[in-house]
């Protein structure tokens, strides 16, 4: 993994020039550049000479895993081109990538997939968030060579920049702030692209979601067993710039959709009906959930572990029982595994109020073949399928 560790440092320094000195570390403290964070104390702390710090974790005692941090002046450089270069020479030199997914964690934005590292010759799984404070990037990498514990390492990695300071503590409350706070924007009308891209020597099916808001913006998110990202809460109002994956749509008078993208080519989408195409292709039109009202008790049931269990009623109340860090969006709010209160459904997001105060929100899919949104059979939080109980 010192190969991708390099690269991005000579990514950073085409950029920005050299990486300054990282502070040292003071216990499980870490400071890079503008952030101080607090990692786990079993994480194993390496100053590799190219300056950048590197963790070997035990997230696994069978898998290779570590974590990457660096940080750079890159002034005149927007967040999302920063995040999007850096991203896309770490594609650019892998083999046979696969899916990517992407998102954001407060004020970070993050894209992760799994690829071959030709210096390895194994498979790896890569998670890169990137945030700027001022003039100064900070570049944190996540690469481990096993699925379950890149997962679980995932978790831990969120959980840590969720309570980092950035620039302050201000800073980064204000970015939490803004990633928990429900938009008011709402979404007209939703749709899956499919494409496939010849990588390598592998065949890979990219898919996004396209939500087209209310108020002219257009974001694309990754889409695999459902949304891997809360909906509810994508800062979609009063935006001076746009995100990477964000774009701007109208339609014109001959029924056509155009979205002008951030990054990336132009779509100009064709109109029939409620359908929309892109060069030919129709696109799968995914109905709003919004109307959902989820009644009785469902359960994920893992093999070896007990289950989750979320119990609800027609009236609105709900029950939760072993809720999983892996099935909320992380947002730097604490986890509530076991509680109950009242819920809602906006925006393809499981909005869980609990009556201690605290709000989880969960990346919601309900099976397109469900006509009956008043008598749901089940669910999927991203890769957890809850059945309801007989």
């Known amino acids: 993994m010192n190969r991708t560790s390099l690269l991005l440092l000579l990514l950073l320094s085409c950029i920005a020039g050299d ?73 650019r030199q892998a083999t046979a990538p696969g899916e990517p997914a992407y998102g954001r964690l407060g004020g970070f934005e993050w894209s992760e997939m799994a690829a071959v590292d030709p210096a390895e010759n194994q498979r790896f799984w890569y998670r890169l968030y990137t945030t700027k404070v001022g003039n100064d990037c900070v570049v944190v990498l996540v690469a481990v060579n096993s699925a379950p514990a890149f997962r679980k390492l995932v978790v831990q990695v969120d959980q840590a920049l969720s309570k980092a300071q950035l620039g ?22 939703a749709h899956i692209h499919t494409e496939i891209r010849a990588i390598s020597f592998t065949s890979n099916v990219l898919t996004d979601h396209i939500l087209l808001f ?66 030919g292709k129709v696109l799968l039109k995914y109905r709003s959930i919004d109307s959902a009202k989820i009644e009785g008790t469902y359960a994920y049931s893992p093999v070896g572990d007990p289950p989750t269990v979320l119990r609800f009623a027609r009236d609105g109340g709900f029950e939760a029982r072993n809720l999983t860090d892996s099935m909320v969006c992380q947002s730097g709010t604490p986890l509530v595994t076991t509680g109950s209160g009242r819920y809602e459904v906006r925006n393809w997001t499981l909005i869980l109020r609990f009556d201690n105060g605290a709000t989880n929100l969960l990346p919601l899919k309900i099976a397109d073949q469900e006509q009956n949104l008043q008598n749901i059979g089940g669910f999927t939080v991203r890769s957890y399928e809850f059945l309801r109980a007989r």
């Open 168 to 189: 302050g503590q201000s800073t980064f409350t204000a970015a939490v702030a803004a990633a928990t706070s429900l938009t008011d924007v709402p979404i007209v009308e």
């Open 19 to 91: 990486l300054p000195a990282a502070s040292p570390a003071n216990g499980v403290r870490e400071t890079v550049g503008p952030m101080t964070v607090t990692l786990p104390a079993d994480w194993r702390r390496e100053l590799r000479p190219d300056g950048t710090i590197a963790f070997l974790t035990s997230a696994d005692g069978r898998a290779r895993s570590e974590v990457q941090f660096s940080s750079a002046n890159i002034p005149g450089v927007a967040p999302g081109a920063a995040h999007k270069a850096i991203w896309g020479e770490i594609v």
């Open 214 to 279: 209310k108020n002219g913006i257009a974001v694309r998110s990754g889409f695999s067993n459902g949304p891997r990202e809360c909906y509810a809460t994508l800062p979609v109002a009063n935006l001076a710039s746009l995100p990477s994956n964000y774009g701007r749509w109208r339609e014109d008078k001959a029924r056509a959709v155009d979205i002008a993208w951030q990054e990336g080519p132009a779509w100009h989408l064709d109109r029939s009906g409620d359908r929309l195409s892109l060069a």
